[in-house]
């Protein structure tokens, strides 16, 4: 599978609450994310990364580094080689 970067994540303000992203990057200096699907949510003064497993990472203020990624439209693969 390829992805396509559509942004970056430098700041804690910069994060979308609650939309399905794909990341790459740091969520904190302790978690790096490699083409994880994703939802950033606010749970009472913490903003959290639920990964489309159930695992949860707090994101910390000056120590998110993140690449928005998308999935690239495949291509139709041809089956005339192998005929």
């Keep these: 599978m390829a992805y396509i970067k559509t942004g970056t994540i ?10 399905p992203l ?3 990057g740091n969520v904190n200096r302790h978690s790096w994310h490699w083409r994880m699907e ?3 949510k606010k749970e009472t003064n913490e903003i959290i990364f639920e990964n489309i497993h159930g695992i949860v990472t707090k994101a910390k203020s000056g120590e ?6 998308k999935k690239a439209a495949q291509k139709a693969s041809s089956k005339k080689h192998l005929e």
């Design 64 to 69: 998110v580094n993140l690449a928005v990624l």
């Design 38 to 40: 994703g939802v950033f």
């Design 22 to 24: 794909i990341i790459s």
């Design 10 to 19: 430098k700041d804690i303000s910069e994060i979308p609450l609650d939309k």
